[in-house]
């Protein structure tokens, strides 16, 4: 699959998301190609992350994407499959003001509510869309790479990098560089690379055609 050239939507739940799934993909695309960050709760009815949004945005600009490229919207973390509906014409309004050719989001193995919820509705909203799925460790279970994409030291290194502006979430165990390392390195031994990074295909859209 070439990236180049295509807008690419990458969607997450809730702050890091993105950065944990597919940072160093995104770090690798963010300068050659259209993307847009789209996180849909900004987690800020709960207190202890005040901070969360602030960090998020420091983090996507350590992986090249500017702010103007980065939404946070207001869905309430935890409720939403309460929600389902208003996620979704949002989804839809992303669709036709972005018009996205590829889409990420949180794999099928997940089964935090939220997630999940952003997932089913982002294959409702992006029919005739190729959408992939990438793991969060913390709540996804059964998960393997079946797409494989290949990321560079310096789109590990950068990863790494950003997933450090969240001071709000520096003790949690899947924050811990060695074991972001290690799944990029697992990931890369799958594609016989150094490094990569692994997705589950929810579904891809494409066609055969001649190269110029």
Not at 181 to 188: E, F, K
Request: negative net charge; glycine residues 6%; charged residues 25%.
């Amino acid at each position: 699959m070439n990236f180049y050239g295509q807008r690419v939507l990458f969607l997450g739940a809730h702050p890091d998301d993105i950065e944990l799934g597919c940072g160093a993909l995104l770090h690798h695309v963010a300068n050659q190609t259209e993307v847009l960050c789209v996180t849909l709760s900004d987690n800020q009815k709960n207190p202890s992350l005040k901070n969360v949004v602030k960090e998020l945005y420091e983090s996507m600009a350590v992986l090249g994407v500017p702010k103007e490229k980065v939404i946070v919207q207001e869905f309430i973390t935890r409720k939403f499959p309460d929600m389902r509906q208003e996620i979704l014409e949002y989804l839809l309004e992303l669709r036709r003001e972005f018009k996205p050719e590829i889409v990420f989001t949180h794999t099928r193995q997940d089964i935090h509510q939220d997630h999940n919820v952003a997932t089913e509705e982002a294959l409702r909203a992006y029919r005739g869309i190729t959408v992939l799925g990438y793991d969060v460790v913390r709540s996804s279970y059964g998960f393997f790479p079946h797409f494989l994409v290949e990321v560079t030291e310096e789109d590990v290194e950068k990863k790494l990098e950003a997933l450090s502006k969240y001071g709000t979430y520096h003790d949690k165990y899947y924050f811990d560089p060695a074991l972001l390392r290690a799944t990029m390195i697992r990931h890369g031994a799958l594609a016989e690379h150094p490094f990569a990074e692994g997705f589950d295909i929810l579904r891809v859209v494409g066609k055969f055609e001649k190269c110029e």
